[in-house]
C-alpha cells in the first residue's frame, strides 16, 4: 500500500497528468514498451505515473537505469507481487518474487554455487550436447522432407529439454506435441502475470479477482506443480532404493541438501522448479526466434557468423561445444544485439521500493513500482549509432557485454536481483543458434522476401515476436 511521504522536499518525478481514479492507466495501451518511451520523450528519463492506486515509477535512461540496479540497488530490490503470482502460496515461495529474505538469499546462494554456476554447467554440458544432436536430428528429417520449421516451437521443445536435462536427467518432453502443450501451459502462465489486471491497480478489488485471473492462473500453476511433484517423488523412490546411481544432477544436489537445510524443503523445491521453468523457457526461446529472423533478414551477417564456425567447429558435422563459446566472438556479438533489440524482459521484472528513496532530485516513494525500460536503452540514439541497425560488427573489440555491469545493454538485469539462469541463458543460445546455422542453410517461403518478414511485437511480460518464424533448412552439404 502506498504511504504518502512527509518528507518537506519530497517531490515525485515528472509524468504525464492524470485522470481520476483509473490516473495513467490508458497511457500504456498494448505496446507498453513503446508507449512509456514515447512518453519519456516528453517527461524525461525518470518518471512517474499512476497506474490505478500505483505509483509506478519508469527510468528509461542508461545514468537512471546505473541508480535503480546499481547506487540504490539495496533499497530497490523487492518486487511488487502481481495478484496473479498468488495463487497456491507461490507468492510464499517464488524465487523471482518474494522480498530479499532468508530463503531468497539461499536459493541465491544455491543457484550461485551449486546449480547454475560456471563449474556446476560445465559438469553438465554433457547432457545438453546430446540434446542438440537430438535437435539436428528433427531438423534433418524436417530438411529430408522439404518441410517449414517453426522456430518458436523447435527451440522451446529443445529448451525445455535442455533445462530439464540439467535439472531432472531426464526429458520433460518426448514428442513436439507434447512440447507444444508444456508450452501452452507456461505462455498462458507467462501472459497472465503480464495481463494488466484490475486487481493488481485497485486492490479493493482483490478479492473479486474481476477478470477471473487468479482461477485461470491457480489451474496453470497447479499443472506445472504436479509434474514436478510426481518427478520428486519418483526420485525420492529411486534414492531409497539400494544401489542408487547418484545423478548429480540440481535435482539430486537439492534434495540432498533439504535433509540438513531448514529452508529447503520439497515444497520450496517444487516451486523454485516452477519459477526456473517460467523464467526460462519463453525468454530464451524469444531470443532465439529472434536470433534466426535477424539473420534472416541480414544476409550478410548470417555468412560472417556461418564462416566463424565453420573455421572455428568445421561445418562437417561437428557439434558445437560450449566450450567453443569463447572463441566464437561474432556469433557473441549476434547474440548480444539480439538482446539489445529484442530484450525478451523489456522493463526487467518491476522492483519495488523498500523506502524512499532520492534519485536525480526526485523520490520514489516507499512501495512504489520501478520500472527499467531496457528496450528503450537499447535503442537511444545517443548510446548506440543507427540504434534500429542490426549490426553486431558495433560489439567487436567493445568489452560491453551483458552480466549486469554496462547499464547500457542490461537485458539480464543488473545486481542482487540479476538474473540467476544467465550463464545457462547464454550457453543453451549459442549451442541451439550455432548448431541451426552451422549445419543448415535456412530459407523462406518460394516468393517471400526477408523484408516481408512481420516483425511485430507482441507484448506480455516478455516481449515475443507475433507472428512466428516459419523456415525451410537445407542440409549443408560438404
Ligand atoms: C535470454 C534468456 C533470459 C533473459 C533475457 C532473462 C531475463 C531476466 C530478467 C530481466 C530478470 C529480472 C532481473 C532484475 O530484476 O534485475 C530475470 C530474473 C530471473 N531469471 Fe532470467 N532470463 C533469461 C533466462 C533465464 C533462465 C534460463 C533461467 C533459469 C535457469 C532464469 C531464471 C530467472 C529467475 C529464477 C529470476 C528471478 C531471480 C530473482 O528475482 O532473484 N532466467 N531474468
Known sequence: HFTKSTKPNYKLPPGPSRLPIIGNLLE?????????????????PIMSLKLGQKITVVVSSVEMAKEVL?????????????????????????????????????????????????????????????????LLSDVHRSSQIGKAIDIGTLGFKATLNL????????????????????????????????????????????????????????????????????????????????????????????????KDNKLIDKTVIEHLFHDIFV??????????????????????????????????????????????????PYLQAVIKETLRLHPPVPFLLPRKAKSDVDIAGYTIPKDAQIMVNVWNIGRDPTLWENPTLFSPERFIGSDIDVKGRNFELVPFGAGRRICPGLQLANRMLFLMLGSLINSFDWKLEDGMRSDDIDMTEKFGITLQKAQPLKVFPIKITN
Not at 523464467?279 to 529472423?293: P, R
Open 163 to 258: 533445462l530439464s536435462n540439467t535439472i531432472f536427467s531426464i526429458d520433460l518432453v518426448e514428442s513436439t506435441d507434447a512440447a507444444g502443450e508444456f508450452k501452452d501451459v507456461v505462455t498462458h502462465i507467462t501472459n497472465l502475470v503480464g495481463t494488466p489486471n484490475l486487481a493488481d491497480f485497485f486492490p479493493v478489488l482483490k478479492k473479486i479477482d474481476p477478470q477471473g485471473i487468479n482461477r485461470r492462473q491457480a489451474k496453470n500453476v497447479r499443472k506445472v506443480l504436479d509434474i514436478f511433484d510426481r518427478l520428486i517423488n519418483q526420485r525420492l523412490k529411486l534414492r531409497e532404493g539400494n544401489g542408487f546411481d547418484r545423478k548429480n544432477d540440481m535435482l539430486d544436489v537439492l534434495l540432498t541438501i533439504s
Open 28 to 44: 500504456m495501451g498494448e505496446k507498453p514498451h513503446l508507449s512509456l518511451s514515447k512518453l519519456a520523450k516528453t517527461h524525461g
Open 70 to 134: 546499481l547506487s540504490y540497488d539495496h533499497l530497490l530490490s523487492n518486487r511488487p507481487i502481481p495478484q496473479s503470482v498468488s495463487v497456491l502460496n507461490h507468492e510464499h515461495y517464488s524465487f523471482a518474487f518474494i522480498p530479499i529474505s532468508p530463503l531468497w538469499r539461499e536459493m541465491r546462494k544455491l543457484c550461485n554455487t551449486q546449480l547454475l554456476s560456471h563449474k556446476n554447467l560445465d559438469d553438465s554440458q554433457h547432457v545438453r550436447r546430446h540434446k542438440m544432436q537430438e
Open 279 to 328: 523464467a526460462g523457457t519463453d525468454t530464451t526461446v524469444s531470443t532465439l526466434e529472434w536470433a534466426m529472423t535477424e539473420l534472416i533478414r541480414n544476409p550478410q551477417v548470417m555468412e560472417k557468423a556461418k564462416k566463424e564456425l565453420g573455421e572455428i567447429v568445421g561445418n562437417n558435422g561437428v557439434p558445437i561445444e560450449e566450450s567453443d563459446i569463447s572463441k566464437l
